[in-house]
Nanobody
Framework: QVQLVESGGGLVHPGGSLRLSCKASGFIFSTYAMGWYRQAPGNGRELVARIHSGGTTNYADSVKGRFTVSRDNARNTVYLQMNSLKPEDTAVYYC???????????WGQGTQVTVSS
């Protein structure tokens, strides 16, 4: 079955960095786009970054220049390097894959990122 397991969250001071990881299994990882989303208390889930199977990336305007998404197909893992973190980046971060209309979409359990002094 499809599984997405995030790790790497934590508490960091403003201006600090974190790297999130999402280990995937149960599908052919290299052939699908992978997304990172986040959800802050009281807000809806929003797309942070996406990396397509060929390596093309997309970012939310709020994180451009600070976050970098990458993937290691040999390890079935997608990463989110977050630099220059701000308090408004505080949220639960989720990994996502959309396998199409028949197989549907899947989410990880989420990892908490808290940016606070």
């Amino acid at each position: 079955q499809v599984q997405l397991v995030e790790s790497g969250g934590g508490l960091v001071h403003p201006g600090g960095s974190l790297r999130l990881s999402c280990k995937a299994s149960g599908f052919i990882f290299s052939t699908y786009a992978m997304g990172w989303y986040r959800q802050a208390p009281g807000n809806g889930r929003e797309l942070v970054a996406r990396i397509h199977s060929g390596g093309t990336t997309n970012y939310a305007d709020s994180v451009k220049g600070r976050f970098t998404v990458s993937r290691d197909n040999a390890r079935n893992t997608v990463y989110l390097q977050m630099n220059s973190l701000k308090p408004e980046d505080t949220a639960v971060y989720y990994c996502n894959v959309e396998l199409g209309a028949i197989w549907g979409g899947y989410w990880g359990q989420g990892t908490q990122v808290t940016v606070s002094s």
